[in-house]
């Protein structure tokens, strides 16, 4: 395939978020005095994914309103204290960049949320597309959840869905890549695991972080690539 421009899920796949996170949760829910149970912690794993208020309410069986103060005390306690990158993350988004390819964000993340973790990361450099929370009122597994990402790519780089890949690390963002008809490739450095594999996933789209993804774009696309990676 020709591939032009790649997609990334932020939370996993870029930014080490998936096993933190549930220890950030679980000191929330003690200071709020919510129970967090091992039941609890099955189902976040299970939901991960879903937009961050929502994921605590169903997980830990909480109100609306409780689930939103957690989730808002959660995105100021990553600011100040923001989670690491995956390790080689960085650099594989700089070569994707510097080979020419198009780095676009899909997140359920609040856009001020993003910009100021970007500042703190120096980030901002490495994608042209941002969808956030207030771009799109859909969510994955929902393929409209990439319509708002797919019209800026085709308006401003001329990307169509068939020349772009989605890098996900939930089933939940599977099943949306393949219902939006995107080549999706699935990273194990989110609550994704091996065994959970769909049959229709191929066992090559199964890489163990995103610093394996320059290879399998070198592998994968049928255009030019002017910069190894090393």
């Known amino acids: 395939m020709i591939i032009k421009a790649i997609i990334y899920d932020f939370d996993g796949p870029v930014n080490d978020s998936f096993r933190e996170g549930l220890r950030r949760i679980k000191w929330l829910c003690a200071v709020n005095e919510v129970r967090y149970t091992r039941e609890a912690r099955r189902k976040l794993t299970e939901l991960w994914g879903i937009p961050g208020a929502e994921l605590l309410q169903r997980a830990l069986d909480i109100t609306e309103i409780l689930a939103k103060k957690l989730y808002s005390d959660w995105e100021k306690l990553d600011l100040r204290d923001p989670m690491p990158l995956v390790p080689g993350a960085k650099e594989a988004l700089f070569w994707c960049r510097k080979n020419g390819f198009v780095n676009a964000l899909l997140t359920t993340r609040n856009r001020q949320n993003i910009n100021d973790i970007f500042e703190r990361l120096d980030l901002h450099r490495e994608f042209e597309v941002i969808s956030a929370k207030q771009d799109v009122e ?42 939006a008809a995107i080549e999706t490739v699935m990273v194990q450095t989110g609550p994704f695991l091996l065994k959970q594999a769909p049959k229709e996933l191929k066992l090559e ?5 995103v610093d394996e993804l320059p290879e399998w ?8 690539i002017s910069h190894d990676y090393k």
């Open 138 to 179: 859909y969510r994955k597994p929902d393929p409209r959840a990439f319509r708002f990402i797919l019209e800026a790519l085709g308006e401003r780089f001329g990307v169509t869905r068939n020349t772009c890949i989605f890098v996900g690390d939930t089933i939940v963002d599977f099943n949306a890549g393949q219902a």
């Open 205 to 209: 789209n199964i890489l163990r972080s």
């Open 217 to 224: 774009i070198m592998e994968h696309h049928e255009g030019e």
